[in-house]
């Protein structure tokens, strides 16, 4: 698990298994759990890395989406000046 958690804190892709299973518009999947049913520690591990990792995905772009505008702001701030 540490090599795991390196991988995550790293800013480098974990592995394959641990990226979120999506569906058609890039949501990761969360399967619904009833209060009478219980999950073991491990898959209730894997359910929140699995959505930590789609969450950071989703930061990822409104970062990089952000990024855009404040660098095209600039552009057109200085193009207005003399």
């Known amino acids: 698990m540490a090599n795991q958690t390196k991988n995550l804190n790293s800013g480098k892709r974990p592995a394959k298994s641990l990226r979120?299973?999506?569906?058609?518009?890039?949501?990761?999947?969360?399967?619904?759990v009833d209060a009478n049913n219980e999950i073991s520690e491990a898959q209730?591990?894997?359910e929140l890395t699995r959505l930590a990792w789609s969450i950071n995905t989703r930061l990822?772009?409104?970062h990089d989406g952000l990024?855009?505008?404040?660098?095209?702001m600039r552009a057109m701030r200085g193009s207005d000046s003399p």
Do not use: C, F, H, W
């Open 60 to 62: 990822e772009r409104i």
């Open 67 to 72: 990024q855009d505008v404040i660098r095209d």
């Open 44 to 46: 209730a591990l894997e």
């Open 20 to 32: 979120p299973k999506t569906n058609k518009n890039g949501s990761a999947k969360v399967k619904p």
